[in-house]
């Protein structure tokens, strides 16, 4: 009679049918109920969160989860059948409360049938029942301490689980080193690598939700970060199945993406119904990690099934973009760069980038000569070190090597391979080839013929000219060789001003490039072990009394070698439009007015024209300028364009060419013609003659560029073009080397006579 008082009377199909429905009281309902049941049903993801020491992870996760669940729901649903069908709701605990069954005309509860009266717990609170006493398994077993030893048993269990698994999750996290402060825990310890840090982390955590000592309170938060934690895996699983990744390949026959997808709405909405605020605050929480991490971006590698839907999508946008004709009023600039190792030249990365950021494409061409198996070996490993190297320094470039014979051959594979679809560059840029006079004239003849060849491919051209130069190649191995000093004695350190520098310099195949060093090759690379270049200043070191001074030369060049990277300031940017190439000339220098770096630089135009109409045609071209919607400060017509230039420019002019003369009239025709077919790179008086004008003409240019856009901060100017086979290679480069001596930085442009402004919007 002792339990029966209490609320245990044995298996009846009444108290079960009494109890089936719901009860909730004092203000609990379904969910707040669900809030404290749902830990119990968390322990299926124990496998999953111990599979680095599974052996068999792929076959004993989804065997072993499946069980649990299976498992866990039968013992549950046996539990709640059990208690539920010979234990009431409600019990005092007297022995007065007894009845005889039937006597008692309103009392028609399970307990009055079975004897017991038990109705004043309608008004008053009562100890046992169902409702009220958290031990009632213990009463309705045959043994009650069996009771407490299990839930002991199952405590500890769960919480070893906890103690477990989450510290080596928590340890793989830290590993990376996402989250600053936290890689302390990565540390393992043993040859298990155990995270006894993480452990200790654990311990701490869960003795302070101990001493909260209130079950109903804890239960309902820890829900909350289940709830977070499973919505996150099943749209984690879904949003792998979206991208379409082929390395996802689920080997449960039932998987479905549509039901991962209706799994992680349910637990987002779950976990408001619980409790809106702490959902809202899990929410907040878990998105700003998630925006701290793609804000860092870590260079870790997860192969996030992000990465394949970023690549999907761009896959499907190019193509999509392929089936769209080009546009005038949708042109870009979208740049060859032939840079050579990104690195190297810095100063010609941070010009162009200037104007195509965020408009543009930028593929950083390298073309790589000398052995072929080293060369492809250094391609290998180049590829992803320099395009690291461009992500870190925030380019948005790509970068493309390839291996030729000589840089002709190799510009002509980037110009008809590289891009995609319509993203693919439509100018090629060079740096200006500075060293020329002192270069093999067959490297000096691969390189205008590599324009010639880009106009024949329809690009538009950019020769760009810094007078200090742009290669900062060999003051990078100078550098290396002060870091290999250092690691040897103690060196005392003089700072010399650098802010772009590269480091370990090391012997390889020749790298082709176009700039301001040899146009055909080069004995070493710019490059670091990690593809990250250094941004500290170049230090002079002194070793045990020896040094590795830099002259006069070096220094400008390292100051030259950040001038684009730096604010320019209020001052202008010089255009001079000689010919009408479809707009490029003047496009560039407004697109670098848009940017944060050049935008309080003034636009100033300079054209040509006949001294009698200056006012009309600064009229004519500022109405052009209007329509185009370009803004500038000035308008000047230069009337005195064609007028010969001085006898000491037409002296040095012709002094510079000498060397590169055949002077065919002073030798005997056989020796001249001969001399011509072995060098036809040589200028000869008859070809001097026929492009007499034409030569007073760049040197004119030049005096009217340092009389008026001495000072500016850039100049842009119609690159002249000689007629391909008719035009030596001394003779052209001549040309471009008198137009653009003595200046501020210049850009020489053509395009290909493919309209790129328009007056419409």
């Known amino acids: 009679m002792t339990k029966e008082q209490k609320d245990f009377f044995n298996y009846h199909g009444e108290i079960f049918s009494e109890n089936f429905g719901p009860d909730f009281r004092e203000g609990e309902d379904f969910f707040s109920v669900f809030a404290i049941f749902f830990p119990a049903a968390t322990g299926i993801l124990a496998g999953a969160n111990i599979s680095g020491d599974l052996a068999d992870p792929q076959l004993a996760i989804p065997k072993g989860t499946l069980l649990a669940i299976v498992i866990t729901t039968i013992v549950y649903a046996g539990a709640a059948v059990a208690t539920g069908a010979c234990i009431v709701r409600d019990a005092t605990g007297n022995l007065t409360d007894l009845i005889t069954p039937g006597t008692l005309n309103n009392c028609t509860t399970a307990a009055c049938k079975l004897g017991f009266n038990f109705s004043s717990c309608a008004t008053n609170k009562c100890s046992y029942g169902l409702m009220n006493d958290f031990q009632v398994m213990s009463l309705a077993s045959g043994f009650g301490p069996l009771i407490t030893a299990g839930i002991f048993s199952a405590t500890l269990s769960s919480a070893l689980a906890s103690l477990v698994s989450a510290p080596k999750i928590f340890q793989a996290l830290c590993k990376d080193n996402i989250y600053p402060g936290l890689h302390m825990f990565s540390v393992g310890y043993g040859k298990n690598n155990e995270p006894l840090r993480g452990y200790v982390l654990t311990f701490f955590i869960g003795l302070g939700f101990i001493l909260i000592a209130e079950l109903n309170i804890i239960a309902p938060i820890i829900s909350n970060f289940f709830l977070a934690s499973y919505a996150l895996i099943n749209f984690s699983v879904f949003h792998a199945s979206l991208a379409k990744s082929p390395g996802w390949r689920p080997a449960f026959r039932f998987y479905n ?17 619980i409790n809106w605020w702490a959902a809202l605050l899990t929410n907040v929480i878990v998105l700003a990690l998630y925006i701290y991490v793609t804000y860092k971006k870590p260079d870790v590698n997860w192969g996030s099934s992000t990465q394949a839907l970023t690549y999907l999508i761009a896959m499907q946008h190019a193509i999509r973009l392929a089936g769209v004709e080009d546009h005038v009023k949708n042109f870009r600039p979208q740049c060859l760069l032939m840079t050579g190792a990104p690195t190297s030249r810095p100063a010609l990365l941070h010009l162009v980038h200037g104007f195509t950021k965020n408009v543009g494409l930028v593929v950083c061409g390298h073309v790589h000569t000398g052995p072929r198996r ?3 070996k250094e391609i290998s490993t180049d590829q992803s070190k320099y395009q690291r190297w461009l992500i870190k320094n925030k380019m948005k470039a790509f970068y493309a090597p390839v291996y030729a014979e000589d840089l002709r051959e190799g510009t002509q594979f980037l110009l008809q391979a590289v891009g995609l679809g319509r993203m693919r560059p439509n100018t090629l840029v060079f740096g200006f080839k500075k060293d020329w006079r002192q270069a093999l004239m067959k490297d000096v003849e691969n390189y205008i013929n590599a324009i010639h060849d880009a106009f024949d491919y329809q690009y538009g051209v950019v020769v760009i000219r810094l007078k ?35 480091a370990d310099s090391k012997p390889s195949s020749k790298s082709v490039s176009e700039t301001n060093s040899p146009a055909v090759s080069q004995d070493h690379k710019d490059e670091e072990d990690d593809g ?3 941004t500290q200043p170049l230090l002079k070191k002194e070793v045990k009394g020896s040094s590795v001074p830099l002259n006069m030369a070096d220094q400008k060049l390292l100051q030259a070698s950040s001038l684009f990277k730096k604010k320019q300031g209020k001052g202008t940017i010089d255009v001079w439009w000689l010919f009408d190439d479809g707009g490029l000339t003047l496009l560039i220098p407004y697109l670098l007015t848009t940017k944060k770096k050049w935008k309080d630089c003034k636009i100033r135009v300079f054209i040509g024209g006949k001294i009698n109409r200056i006012d009309h045609d600064r009229r004519t071209m500022a109405t052009l300028l209007s329509k185009f919607r370009i803004d500038f400060s000035d308008i000047t017509v230069l009337g005195d364009m ?10 040095a002019f012709e002094e510079m060419i000498e060397p590169f003369r055949l002077h065919e009239d002073d030798k005997e025709q056989d020796t001249a013609e001969k001399m011509k077919a072995e060098e036809p790179w040589r200028i000869t008086d008859n070809e001097l003659e026929i492009y007499r004008m034409k030569t007073y003409r760049q040197i004119r ?23 391909k086979g008719a035009v030596s290679s001394a003779l052209y480069m001549a040309w471009i080397e008198t137009l653009s001596k003595n200046l501020p930085p210049i850009l020489l442009v053509r395009g290909n006579h493919q309209s790129v402004l328009t007056f419409y919007s």
């Open 257 to 273: 993406m549509w039901i991962s997808l209706i799994g992680a709405i349910l637990c987002c909405g779950v976990m408001f119904v």
């Open 374 to 376: 080293q060369a492809l």
């Open 468 to 502: 200090e130069g742009f290669n900062i190649s060999h003051l990078q191995a100078q550098e290396d060789l002060c870091m290999s000093q250092e690691k040897t004695a103690h060196p005392k350190e003089t700072v010399v001003n650098l802010e772009h520098s590269d």
């Open 532 to 534: 990250k270049a250094s």
């Open 642 to 651: 064609n007028t010969k230039p001085s006898k000491d420019d037409i002296a």
């Open 701 to 723: 240019l030049n005096e009217l560029l340092r009389e008026n856009s001495g000072t500016a901060n850039l100049i842009v100017m119609s690159l002249p073009v000689a007629r």
